[in-house]
């Protein structure tokens, strides 16, 4: 019998030789609904049986005792962080270590990857307390939320000045420098007023990997429990076969390179720079990334306690791992 799931999903290209059903199984028929905004709780909606969702906010459900959703520890989204932090071309200010003190702007303040972000900046010894933060949207596109989530504190963590888009704070001076996971729309022209703090941000990624040891995950693939409960070979099985997409992926993209002028230089500098497992999926592939982000999630102050590996993913925890179905062409 196979089973057919509903997953939702942002538009990761690497996802394409499953959605256009090169890579298959005989027990579970996946569906891809790709989502230009995350399921906020997938085990609340009754469109899907499986979602990509914030690391973040999956152990806040962990540590609230919400166990409609299994996590699976594949991170789908993952990057390095030291990218994300922009400035003006004209800001004096080059180093990490430089925002001390600085009026810093943030997307979301519980958000995964801004997470990521002040643990790189807690790396060079400025932390929560060493900044003033302005959460807000990015740009006048950007919708009004709030982005603070019941974390902020007056003096320390506010909402951006009018909820005013922070491009246009950046290049008034109002902030000294913003976290963004993406970069607003004329980034990447050459008459962009926007630069990143770090010039060779690249050499400060692979420093930090070299220290860490990883590459920090933000999203990861929550399955709705009574699913779960339901077929127990389900995430595996699942997990399996996004494995199987990025590989699948990875040869062609190697093959079919003229997408752009020198995506062929990033591949290989990619195989140089890192160990051709640095994006494995699984528990014990991910320890040490899945611990430190629960510290930061607990020294940053959004959760009361570091939640143990096993405590944030307790299927993978108590069981061994199963043969796996899934087989790509």
């Not at 390179?257 to 999926?281: G, M, N, R």
């Amino acid at each position: 019998m196979t089973v057919t799931i509903r997953l939702a999903l942002r538009d990761w290209d690497y996802m394409t030789p499953l959605v256009l059903g090169d890579i298959s199984s005989p027990r579970l028929d996946v569906k891809v609904d790709r989502v230009a905004t995350l399921i906020s709780n997938v085990g609340t909606d009754e469109a899907h049986d499986a979602a990509e969702m914030s690391f973040s906010r999956y152990a806040q459900l962990r540590a609230d005792g919400d166990d409609t959703v299994i996590g699976i520890p594949n991170f789908i989204m993952r990057g390095f962080r030291h990218r994300c932090i922009i400035t003006t071309k004209d800001s004096p200010i080059t180093e990490l270590s430089q925002l001390a003190g600085k009026r810093i702007g943030v997307t979301g303040w519980r958000d995964s990857g801004n997470t990521w972000t002040r643990a790189a900046l807690r790396r060079e010894g400025v932390s929560v307390e060493d900044a003033m933060w302005f959460a807000g949207r990015l740009t006048e596109a950007h919708p009004i939320t709030d982005r603070l989530d019941g974390f902020g504190r007056t003096g320390r963590i506010e909402a951006a000045p009018g909820e005013r888009p922070m491009v246009d704070l950046l290049k008034e001076g109002a902030l000294d420098a913003v976290f963004t996971p993406f970069m607003p729309e004329g980034f990447f022209d050459r008459d962009s007023p926007f630069r990143q703090v770090l010039s060779d941000f690249r050499r400060a990624e692979r420093q930090y990997f070299k220290d860490v040891g990883y590459v920090p995950g933000m999203h990861l693939i929550g399955i709705k429990a009574t699913a779960a409960a339901q077929y127990p070979w389900l995430p595996e099985e699942l997990s399996a076969l996004i494995d199987e997409s990025r590989r699948v992926w990875t040869v062609r993209r190697r093959k079919y390179a003229d997408t752009t002028p020198w995506i062929f230089d990033e591949l290989l500098k990619v195989s140089a720079d890192l160990p051709p497992d640095w994006d494995e999926s699984g528990l014990d592939a991910n320890r040490a990334m899945i611990s430190d982000f629960a510290r930061e999630l607990h020294e940053q102050g959004i959760l009361p306690r570091a939640l143990t590996p096993a405590e944030l993913f307790p299927l993978q925890a108590s069981s061994d791992r199963p043969q796996l179905a899934a087989a790509g062409s």
